[in-house]
């Protein structure tokens, strides 16, 4: 089933400025969450697409790709799941609300829900940062996709404690304050009658546990730096600046938390001889004179490799031959540009005499002039005549 339009999702139009898309995903969230439509798969649906659409057009690059590409921009993923805004988690969603809501859920106190997204147990889900890296194509990988491997410096899991922080399984305590939730709740006496509010455990930070004794190797951190090789498999189509997400190939999260994205930026390599032009590809062509007079035939470089062309007879510096289908496809699709192969007269810049002389002889002639007269003597009459 195809997506709907992102601005319609959110019930905004195209120009809506940043502070528009903020407000139109804060009713949408309110509306649809799913403590307040428990059971209600259609509402959960529409709570994680308001969601997706709005951590798209948050972005001003994603903006930006989007308003160019659709989801074309965002449909393929690295690793065959989704760029950008695509496959979208619920851990993914709640951690949106501490920009739109000022640093915690507008269901806190409401719905009994945290600054942060909590585990089924009750207990904070900690997230790791982001990478961001580049990833140098050539025009030919550009074309046709290429599988890049990677070796990426980031926070790894420790092997050690396995990520826990702990010296051993019996260096947890549960945590005093929270009972092992992780949050603690209070009773707030208000002239609306008690409210109650939810906020995560400032003792053991929402994570329900303290360890006591931690891991020699990573310090309790549950994390150390190290060294992961990732394969990227980059579609055919991608363009200079356009970044990919692979999801959960980031940074390690402390303590068993979910793993960050990796953001991959796509660097174009210039190309010896061609140039990209959107989904098209240009080659300037060099023939002598003689050549575009008398018509031949010469090989051009395509990305595909060599291609023969046709030069008509009398072909004129400027004209533009079209290679059907050998330039760039589009993301996610099945069309693909052309190559445009722009001729362009050479003159000699050196001459010999016997050059010279034929040139001489031959300036006169009607066809070596813009309009030549009806009754004058072709430029194939002359070369003959000067032969014989």
């Known amino acids: 089933m195809s997506k709907r339009d992102y601005y319609d999702v959110l019930g905004v ?14 009713k949408m969230a309110i509306k649809y969450h799913p403590d307040k439509n428990q059971g209600d798969k259609e509402a959960e649906e529409k709570f994680k697409e308001a969601a997706e659409a709005y951590e798209v057009l948050s972005n001003p690059e994603k903006r930006q790709r989007y308003n160019q590409f659709g989801h074309a921009a965002n449909a393929q993923s ?68 290429a599988e890049k491997k990677i070796k990426v410096n980031k926070q790894v899991v420790c092997r ?38 939810t906020s995560t455990c400032p003792t053991c930070n929402g994570e329900g546990s303290i360890i006591t004794s931690k891991c020699t190797a990573c310090h309790g951190d549950g994390v150390v730096r190290g060294e992961e090789t990732i394969t990227i498999n980059v579609p055919a189509g991608v363009s200079e600046g356009m970044q990919l997400s692979m999801s959960g190939k980031g940074n390690a999260a402390p303590r068993g938390g979910m793993p960050g994205d990796l953001i991959i930026l ?18 300037d062509l060099h023939v002598s004179f003689i050549d575009a007079a008398l018509g031949t035939s ?91």
Not at 107 to 125: D, P
Not at 309 to 318: D, H, N, S
Not at 358 to 383: A, I, T, V
């Open 160 to 197: 050690t404690c396995d990520g826990s922080g702990a010296k051993d399984k019996s260096s947890f305590q549960t945590c005093k304050t929270c009972g092992g939730q992780g949050a603690v709740r209070r009773v707030t006496n208000t002239i609306l009658g008690q409210m109650q509010t």
């Open 266 to 283: 796509i660097e174009e390599l210039p190309h010896e001889t061609l140039k990209r032009d959107g989904n098209n590809v240009i080659y």
């Open 78 to 145: 690295a690793s065959g799941g989704g760029y950008g805004g695509g496959g979208m988690n619920m851990e993914d969603i709640f951690s949106q609300f501490g920009d739109i809501f000022g640093g915690g859920s507008p269901f806190e106190g409401f719905f009994g829900g945290g600054g942060g997204r909590q585990s089924s147990g009750g207990r904070r889900v900690a997230r790791g940062s982001n990478l961001r890296i580049k990833v140098k194509l050539t025009l030919e990988e550009i074309a046709n996709g």
């Open 298 to 388: 010469v090989e051009v470089p395509t990305i595909d490799g060599k291609a023969k062309i046709k030069l008509e007879p009398g072909t004129q510096g400027g004209k533009i031959l079209r290679l059907k289908g050998k330039g760039v496809p589009e993301v996610n699709s099945y069309h693909r540009g052309d190559q445009l192969v722009h001729v362009n007269i050479w003159t000699p810049k050196a001459l010999n005499r016997e050059e010279r002389e034929m040139l001489e002889k031959l300036q006169n002639s009607p066809n070596f002039k813009p309009n030549p007269g009806k009754n004058e003597k072709s430029f194939f009459e002359r070369m003959k005549e000067y032969f014989e």
């Open 13 to 26: 139009s195209k120009s809506a400025d940043a502070e528009e898309i903020k407000k139109a995903y804060r």
